[in-house]
């Protein structure tokens, strides 16, 4: 159902990475040609342009005419297509200021900008395509790479590695075959491994409480995290019946669970241990995800109340939701705009570029980071998790070079130079 009108002015006056659930996509390098560039807007309202003609395809006589396509994907149900856009996707700040500016252009009954300009589009940190119908507008990003050095182009290609897409299923195909054969890129949905999730959230909880005591610590994770939801998922051969346990964390009792399992994981250090609990210990980190002290509070408070062993194979970990983010491992992400913590100076002006952001946007600013990391290739996303398992057992964490598993599209359907080489 689409939502209503003033939801959906809400919804646009947010930041587009925020409040939004997306559909996670890998992408590989997209052809633009030598010496080109796509962060610009010379570019850009060519190829919303050539979009909106495709989408706008199916009419006679001004009347749109719905194909079986459109019926299946529900767009006979939300009007039809106003307009296409493509521009720069700003910082938050930046793009914040453009947004109010149109909204006082409206309320003075001016002419809106028709979207959030970047002065700087070299600056930008992807591509947001809008498609707007009568009733709603879907959104997708195509986001660069975290290392500034990878975005510029190299040899015709630019890496925007990390597709986010909020549309229906005709629409995102549609969108995606433009994507294919314009650009020569490859492009699939991101599983994300079960073993990431408990990661991400590991990694979350300690970028927001990095150098902080107690008293800090609980009152930033109450403040940021809030509560939250593990989802456990099951396979048949450890229950036929039971397919997924959701279990719920209140923030009050959160804190606790973290000094908890940060004192189990020191008693667990080889200091302390006989020969017999090492080697007991050293085959229970074999079974497990990348455990940190949530995950060894959580899992050990399992097993004592619930008889619940979830380092077991055919357990894993479905589904993480906090008051920062939603992340499921079918490949789903959403989340929340940031919110200030105990460690958050009020005085920060964020205009000022050379303050420190808040710890709650560095969080998830290396969230993001990791998501797109992995989305360069199919081993990064379980590469995450065996660095830091590595690095507790002592062993060297070697270097991991991106590749593609999958082969190449054919450049040379846009450079025609490629077909002679060897």
């Given at each position: ?206 970028d927001l409480t990095a150098d902080q005591d107690r008293l800090q610590r609980s009152e930033t ?101 906090c008051g920062a983010f939603v992340l499921g491992a079918e490949g789903k992400i959403k989340l ?42 199919r081993r990064a996303l379980r590469e995450v998790s065996r660095n830091r398992r590595n690095e ?31």
């Amino acid at each position: 159902m689409a939502p209503s009108g003033r939801e959906e002015k809400r919804r646009l006056s947010t930041y587009p990475l925020y409040g939004t659930t997306f559909v996670i996509h890998r992408a590989s390098p997209l052809y633009i040609g030598v010496n080109n560039t796509l962060l610009n807007h010379v570019h850009l309202p060519e190829h919303a342009r050539r979009l909106r003609d495709i989408l706008k395809g199916h009419v006679l006589r001004g009347v749109h005419i719905y194909s079986e396509t459109d019926r299946d994907g529900g767009l006979e149900k939300v009007g039809g297509l106003r307009d296409c856009r493509w521009t720069v996707l700003d910082n938050e700040q930046a793009w914040a200021e453009v947004r109010k500016q149109q909204l006082v252009d409206e309320e003075i009954g001016g002419t809106p900008r028709a979207g959030p300009v970047v002065a700087d589009a070299s600056k930008g940190k992807g591509i947001l395509v809008e498609i707007e119908y009568e009733k709603i507008t879907y959104q997708a990003m195509l986001l660069c790479d975290p290392q500034p050095a990878a975005t510029e182009p190299e040899d015709g290609f630019m890496h925007l590695p990390l597709l986010l897409t909020r549309m229906p299923g005709a629409l995102r195909t549609t969108f995606l075959e433009y994507l294919s054969t314009t650009f020569d890129t490859r492009i699939s949905q991101m599983k994300l491994p079960t073993e990431f999730l408990p990661t991400v959230l590991e990694r979350f909880f300690a970028d927001l409480t990095a150098d902080q005591d107690r008293l800090q610590r609980s009152e930033t994770i109450k403040s940021i995290v809030g509560d939250v939801q593990i989802t456990f998922k099951f396979s048949e051969s450890v229950t036929p019946t039971l397919k997924t346990f959701d279990f719920d964390i209140t923030k009050a009792d959160l804190p606790l669970f973290l000094s908890t399992g940060q004192k189990l994981l020191e008693k667990s250090q080889p200091s302390a241990l006989t020969a017999g609990q090492k080697r007991k210990r050293d085959t229970i980190e074999m079974s497990r995800h990348d455990y940190g002290p949530f995950l060894t509070a959580l899992s050990s408070f399992l097993t004592s109340h619930l008889g619940l062993d979830i380092s077991q194979p055919g357990i894993s970990i479905w589904k993480v939701a906090c008051g920062a983010f939603v992340l499921g491992a079918e490949g789903k992400i959403k989340l929340f705009p940031p919110a200030r913590g105990a460690r958050d100076d009020v005085n920060n002006d964020e205009n000022d570029e050379e303050v420190s952001p808040s710890i709650s946007r560095t969080a998830m600013r290396n969230l993001m980071i990791l998501i797109t990391e992995g989305a360069k290739s199919r081993r990064a996303l379980r590469e995450v998790s065996r660095n830091r398992r590595n690095e507790r057992q002592g062993v060297e964490s070697g270097t991991f070079e991106h590749v593609d598993v999958d082969l190449p599209p054919p450049y040379e359907l846009h450079d025609p130079s490629r077909a002679t080489m060897v």
